[in-house]
């Protein structure tokens, strides 16, 4: 059992305690964060006069042969080790000696830890960012596709409105787009140094935390070191905003599965995204969608997971903070991964305009469009919405759509209506006679994309990690 401490110990470590206490078979995921923080540690040492400039180099040479090795899978990272960072220092000293033994000095494995997880997950903020700039990209490239695509808008799940697919695929951007938002906000508040804060008091050596700080880009140093090694807030932050990418995107697999069911078919699932069942040949599943609502769950968990550890712990480092792992490394996965898989999918789907079109016209998406058609006409709207009540009514009796009645059969539920009531009340008019900002009208969504496309073409341009 290869550990860095044991010097106060009498006796060796219990077997299952230690393979309860030990981390490597999931913090060796950090193992690039590992090597990355202590290069940055021993520059600043020797920089500082607490190492040689050899046992600098010496101890750098070391550390990326030894990360070549495992990249190269020369050198298997394996339990025989406690966690990553004892892996890492013990390859050191078994390669250069006893340089390798002054790698340590002025840190403490709690904020080692604590700079090997924040590395991590900036990382993995830019992976998830430009995963959902994947998905933003598909998304308003069917908007430009579909600016006059017609289909009924819901409310309760009850056709409401007609709106076209552009406007309704620009509701699913504006909630993707808060993502991405959401993300960078936390990269920012997260973006301080916790290396030098030591087991949780600092140490007394003269580190330059600031300056190995802008060795690894972080904004600066943080600026209490008990807060430093003691802080998952940064990961919390992260699992609620994957949390919120998840419901968004289960809410989006929730009516791509209703528009996929044979009561509407609105769209049809590309082959590639489907699967059929084993003793219904007629089968055609939209498995993806469903996995993605159902993996959610999953997410959430993880930061109910997280939520709950951090709720009792007292200041500062306690071992609780080593269950951050697991949950948090799941979560990214399984978000990156609905991610890429919903994006291939929303891409490759084929929509049914003459469905949605249909749908839209026998639903009565128009009937407040015929209300205001009335108000026009002088009529008090309470009396025009009583008047389009008993339309509605006739129409379902007579199993027709309000344009499909003549104009006869219009003037005895009321008079005022007029031969032009057609075209106030066809999806057309319906829709494009709606031109504030934010709404299905043309005009109103040719500058909603252009504003949209303008975010996407400014957040390529600049990187979160660029100063």
Known sequence: MAQLWGGRFTKETDRMVYQFNASIKFDQKLFEQDIEGSIAHVVMLEKQGI???KEKDDIVKGLTGIRKDVEEGKLLITDEYE???SFVEAMLIQRIGDAGKKMHTGRSRNDQVA???K????????????????????L???????????????????KAQPTTLAHHMGAYFEMFKRDVLRLQDIYKRMNYCPLGSGAFAGTTYPLDRAYTASLMGFEGPTLNSMDSVADRDYIIEFLSALSVIMMHLSRFSEEIIIWNSNEYRF???DDGFSTGSSIMPQKKNPDIAELVRGKTGRVYGALMSMLTT????PLAYNKDMQEDKEVTFDAIETTYHCLVLFNGMLATMKFNYQNMEKSAMNGFTNATDAADYLVNKGVPFRDAHAIIGRLVLYCIEKNSSIDALSIEELKEISPVFEADVYDAISLKTCVEKRLTIGAP????????IRINREFLDENRTKSLGDK
Do not use: W
């Not at 700039?133 to 598909?138: F, I």
């Not at 951090?310 to 712990?313: A, H, L, V, W």
């Not at 009208?441 to 909603?448: D, I, P, R, S, T």
């Open 310 to 313: 951090m709720k009792g712990i």
């Open 140 to 158: 308003l490239h069917i908007m430009e596709e579909n600016l006059t695509a017609y289909m009924p808008g819901f409310t309760h799940l009850q």
């Open 441 to 448: 009208g043309l005009k109103a969504m040719e500058e909603v």
């Open 83 to 85: 966690d990553i960072h």
């Open 267 to 269: 769209v049809e699932i």
């Open 119 to 138: 590395l991590y997950v900036r990382g993995e903020i830019l992976h998830i960012t430009k995963a959902l700039q994947g998905l933003l990209d598909t």
């Open 51 to 53: 190492l040689s400039c």
């Open 115 to 117: 700079l090997d997880m």
